[in-house]
């Protein structure tokens, strides 16, 4: 089993900056495939971004790129989300999520196997 905690969360005003972080522990892959989903009220899981754990490879959901960067720390297992210029509709639970590879389909909740318990940000305008 893959244990999965996210930190970091929080109210903020708009384009202010927060970090999420995610804690990996319990069975390792080498070859993760790692990423951050968000989710409003009613709505299903958003994908935000995702990384590859032994490339380091990186894909971003349109609306957040260049504002948000995904980042891993092999020492530490942990993945980051640096988050920018954040804005109102950044507003959601986010989600740290796991697979044993780095999937074409990554952008896909349903490919993810393991999943933190999600930490909440708030962007205030």
């Known amino acids: 089993q893959v244990q999965l905690v996210e930190s970091g969360g929080g109210l903020v005003q708009a384009g202010g900056s927060l970090t999420l972080s995610c804690a990996v522990s319990g069975r390792t892959f080498s070859g993760y495939g790692m990423a951050w989903f968000r989710q409003a009220p009613g709505a299903d899981p958003f994908f935000v971004a995702a990384?590859?754990?032994?490339?380091?490879?990186?894909a971003y959901e349109d609306s957040v790129k260049g504002r948000f960067t995904i980042s891993r720390d092999k020492v530490k297992s942990t993945v980051y989300l640096q988050m920018n210029s954040l804005k109102p509709e950044d507003t959601a639970v986010y989600y740290c999520?796991?697979?044993?590879?780095?999937?074409?389909?990554?952008?896909?909740?349903?490919?993810?196997?393991?999943w933190g318990q999600g930490t909440q940000v708030t962007v205030s305008s």
């Open positions: 999520a796991a697979r044993p590879t780095f999937s074409a389909m990554y952008s896909r909740s349903g490919v993810y196997d393991y």
């Open positions: 990384i590859s754990w032994s490339t380091g490879i990186t």
